[in-house]
């Protein structure tokens, strides 16, 4: 998974650790989350040195995480930094709030992207949050 990792990001292990919890989720889970969620979201992450980079999780069709934009095409584009995300990830900010506040900004299903709150708490036990 080191492949989906990039150097200068802090959530590049939150990503990874992302991946890692739906590979090791059961097919039958898998198509349970995938069910419920239904959405492919596109991760669009700066970080301090105004570098980007680009994550997708495919919650449509395969239930997983790559690096890159999505293909086929986001339901969900969301754009926020390297911070926001990781405070997301650890609850210490709500995803509706960050929203208001301009420090997310969705493109697509906007309605779909409050489940990335779920999809991140997925891999939160197997992470080091």
């Known amino acids: 998974m080191s492949d989906i990792k990039v150097a200068g990001f802090k959530t590049s292990d939150l990503i990874s650790g992302v991946s890692t919890a739906f590979a090791g989720l059961s097919d039958q889970e898998k198509q349970a989350q995938i069910k419920k969620t239904n959405g492919i979201f596109e ?8 570098e980007k980079a680009t994550w997708t999780i495919d919650m449509k069709k395969t239930g997983t995480v790559y690096k890159g934009p999505a293909k ?38 906007i309605m779909l992207a409050t489940k990335l709150d779920g999809l991140l708490k997925t891999a939160k036990p197997k992470s080091k949050l």
């Open 72 to 109: 086929p095409k986001a339901d969900v584009t969301i754009i926020l930094s390297d911070d926001v995300l990781m405070d997301l990830a650890t609850g210490k900010l709500n995803g509706q709030t960050a929203f208001m506040t301009g420090k997310l900004k969705t493109k697509g299903n």
């Open 43 to 50: 991760l669009q992450v700066t970080n301090e040195a105004k």
